[in-house]
């Protein structure tokens, strides 16, 4: 059972580059988001999405972009990326059943210098 | 708002003496509250629902609605109980969850 997979797990990136970070689900969940951590803080929902062709914007979307266009897939675009962004990015996913948390991925930590 | 506060970034305590780790929560509806764990090097994990008042790894966890608390509870705290402890909140039907900033235990021999 692989549940959600997240790629790459550490990347350093420059100051105006731009990357993907992956994430695909094989529980067939209709739920995906994505979240930041910062040091010391909470996890901060950036988007997520309700389905395939289906995203919405979270707490901290400035900078980010998403695709949802099969279930499975999740992946989170950083367009000119700043040190801001230097964070843990953690992919999850839920299903319809409320009663149930998130399955999350192993988590990407990103550097931007 | 919604919001979920850890007052403590750090708990340390002697292995077998009781463990209580802190969570208080602002909704204005009915909200189902989770804690999550992350052990070194694991990714993080749910741990257990208020909504199935269930014991893992002899840890529990009442909801208080009066005091708007969600507090995790073991009484014989054990070394592997050591890691990264997340308080959630999400509102009742929805699906989007909102995380406290953590609280790491310590638990020492």
């Known amino acids: 059972n692989a549940g959600v997979t997240q790629t790459p797990k550490f990347r350093i990136l420059k100051i105006g580059q731009s990357m993907t970070l992956q994430c695909a689900q094989d529980?067939?969940?209709?739920?995906m988001y994505w979240y930041r951590q910062d040091p010391g803080m909470g996890l901060k929902l950036i988007y997520y999405?309700?389905?395939?062709?289906?995203?919405d914007k979270g707490e901290v979307p400035n900078g980010y972009n998403v695709s949802r266009s099969t279930t499975e897939d999740f992946p989170l675009r950083l367009e000119l990326a700043a040190p801001s962004q230097t964070s843990v990015y953690f992919c999850?996913?839920?299903?319809?059943?409320?009663?149930?948390?998130?399955?999350f991925g192993s988590g990407t930590r990103l550097t931007v210098v | 708002a919604q919001r979920v506060t850890q007052p403590e970034k750090l708990l340390s305590v002697f292995k077998g003496a009781p463990v209580e780790l802190k969570c208080n929560y602002s909704y204005s509806g009915s909200p189902e509250l989770f804690w999550y764990v992350q052990y070194s090097r694991q990714r993080l994990q749910l741990l257990l629902r208020h909504i199935s008042r269930e014991s893992i790894k002899g840890f529990t966890a009442d909801l208080n609605k009066g005091e708007t608390s969600f507090h995790l509870k073991k009484p014989f705290a054990q070394e592997e109980d050591s890691a990264m402890y997340y308080c959630a909140l999400r509102g009742t039907g929805g699906f989007k969850t909102i995380f406290g900033a953590g609280t790491r235990l310590f638990v020492k021999a």
């Open positions: 999405s309700v389905g395939a062709g289906i995203t």
């Open positions: 999850a996913s839920s299903s319809l059943n409320s009663n149930y948390g998130y399955t």
């Open positions: 529980m067939n969940h209709n739920y």
